[in-house]
Nanobody, 124 residues
Framework: QVMLVESGGGLVQAGGSLRLSCAAS????????MGWFRQSPGKDRELVAA????????YYTDSVKGRSTISRDNRKNTVYLQMTSLKPEDTAVYYC?????????????????WGQGTQVTVSS
């Protein structure tokens, strides 16, 4: 069992930055690929970024590529999402998720564990 707790969301002006953190419990965190998803009202949950178990491989959806960085610290059982040059369309609830696979997965159904979400609001 893995429990995930996100933090770092908030209200920021367009062009600003935020760093989301996801603290995980469980000794097997270091063997799981991790992902950050987001969901805004009326839209499907989408994968924003993902990272393999070792951190060697990453993925970003096109809309955040070049503006976001996903990283992990397996000693601290934590995964991060650094977001810069934020836009109003980045406004959403951001969820941290863990998959039991070591490699990156791209669909929400492949992630077994989810955090409660953290709200990110970008004002124009």
């Amino acid at each position: 069992q893995v429990m995930l707790v996100e933090s770092g969301g908030g209200l920021v002006q367009a062009g600003g930055s935020l760093r989301l953190s996801c603290a995980a419990s469980g000794r097997t965190f270091g063997t799981y690929a991790m992902g950050w998803f987001r969901q805004s009202p009326g839209k499907d949950r989408e994968l924003v970024a993902a990272i393999s178990w070792s951190g060697a491989n990453t993925y970003y959806t096109d809309s955040v590529k070049g503006r976001s960085t996903i990283s992990r610290d397996n000693r601290k059982n934590t995964v991060y999402l650094q977001m810069t040059s934020l836009k109003p369309e980045d406004t959403a609830v951001y969820y941290c998720a863990a998959t039991s696979y070591r490699t990156i997965k791209y669909t929400s159904t492949e992630y077994a564990y989810w955090g409660q979400g953290t709200q990110v609001t970008v004002s124009s």
